[in-house]
């Protein structure tokens, strides 16, 4: 099959599973189901991106459109339950009670969001059908669609190859590992100069889930309901988890340059 037919037929079974995931009622509120909607929405758009730097007729923003807002917050559910998990883990229930009721019920209240942006009459599938989608070898180069993945290649290697790792790199790094890891099982590479990028990718994914934990920490000094004693608990978590988070960050640091092939 070539890599253009392959690239579409992925593309209808993403469709599917993102429409069966927005369908879905039992169990609709758990944390893997909000994970997998964005995991099949990344998927999406990491081939559509491919495919419109290989053609003009793809228009990304739009293909892309209908699912943005739902993206985004499913984005922000994902976050709010992936702090309550951490602070469960690092804390015992009865710490801070008022501050765990008070992520519960925003996490409620951006789910309900979320299920009104669903039931939304502006949101539709993809449209795989339409013109735009409506592909062939005359105006989509095989060739180009492989030397674009295999130039992605390049662009993580040189971030990789980095004398000094900041922050924003390994952000972008995070981002590019998992959608090249994706395309790269429907796509041929040629010359592989990547290894081990599954362990590397899971490494980058623990870091950012340690990010995204710190940051609501500092949020929760701001909420005027959550009582002194409870931030004073807050606070004394935070240099745990910005210690952390500084391990991870060298791991990563020290571990990048066994990735490059020799």
Not at 8 to 20: V, Y
Not at 24 to 38: A, C, I, S, Y
Not at 177 to 196: R, V
Not at 214 to 231: H, I, M, R, S
Request: glycine share 2%; proline share 4%.
């Amino acid at each position: 099959m070539q890599s253009l037919e392959i690239i579409r037929s992925n593309l209808k079974k993403r469709e599917a599973c993102i429409a069966r995931l927005l369908k879905t009622k039992k169990g609709q509120d758990e944390p893997e189901n909000f994970h997998q909607l964005r995991l099949e929405i990344k998927k999406t758009r990491a081939a559509l991106s491919l495919l419109s730097k290989c053609s003009r007729s793809i228009d990304f923003k739009t293909k892309m459109a209908p699912y943005l807002n739902l993206f985004k917050q499913a984005g922000k559910i994902r976050e709010l339950q992936l702090h309550k998990l951490y602070l469960d883990k690092h804390s015992k229930p009865e710490d801070m009670p008022v501050y765990s009721k008070t992520l519960e019920k925003q996490t409620a209240e951006e789910i309900k969001q979320f299920c009104n942006l669903k039931n939304h009459k502006e949101t539709k599938p993809l449209s795989l059908h339409s013109d735009t989608m409506r592909l062939s070898p005359l105006n989509v180069n095989e060739h180009i669609l492989e030397s674009t993945l295999e130039k992605e290649q390049d662009t993580i290697l040189k971030l990789l190859e980095k004398e000094k790792l900041k922050v924003p790199q390994v952000h972008d790094l995070r981002k590019r590992i998992k959608s090249f890891l994706f395309l790269s099982t429907l796509l041929p590479i040629k010359k592989k100069k990547l290894k081990h990028l599954n362990e590397f990718q899971e490494l980058l994914g623990k870091w950012h889930d340690y990010e995204v934990f710190g940051e609501e920490l500092q949020k929760a000094d701001k909420l005027e309901n959550v009582p002194p004693e409870e931030k004073k608990k807050i606070r004394k978590l935070k240099p745990k988890v910005v210690q952390k988070r500084q391990t991870l960050f060298k791991k990563i640091d020290k571990s990048r340059f066994s990735l490059i092939k020799n």
